[in-house]
């Protein structure tokens, strides 16, 4: 009795086993694929939405962000005078006069 009992369990726990194991494999990003070229493994982060390229393909300094930068740091009237593939060129006013600010063109508007 007691030995039918012990397999009762160690297949109890068996089976237990079996169903958990798909769902842990599922929430991996992982995932392989049959082919022509045999067994291959693919990375589902790979594939970014649409809104994760268009911010990932963008280089350099936004002017709308220079501008905020500028109208931050104290120029009224901003606005763009020059973009060059270097630099944005922002000119406004201050309480001294006329005065304006030179951003590379990099990403995050670093004030040269």
């Known amino acids: 009795m007691r030995k039918s009992l012990q397999f009762v369990l160690v297949g109890l726990a068996a089976i237990t086993g079996l169903t958990i194991s798909p769902t842990i494999v599922a929430a991996q990003d992982l995932e392989l694929r049959l082919g022509p070229g045999g067994v291959g493994v ?8 649409r809104y994760d390229r268009r911010d990932r393909g963008r280089r350099g300094c936004d002017p709308d962000d220079a501008l905020d930068i500028a109208r931050s740091e104290g120029l009224r009237r901003a606005q763009i005078v020059r973009i060059s593939a270097r630099s944005i060129v922002v000119q406004g006013m201050t309480r001294r006069g006329p005065e304006r600010m030179v951003f590379a063109n990099q990403r995050g508007c670093p004030e040269i």
């Open 42 to 49: 693919y990375d589902r982060d790979r594939d970014y939405d």
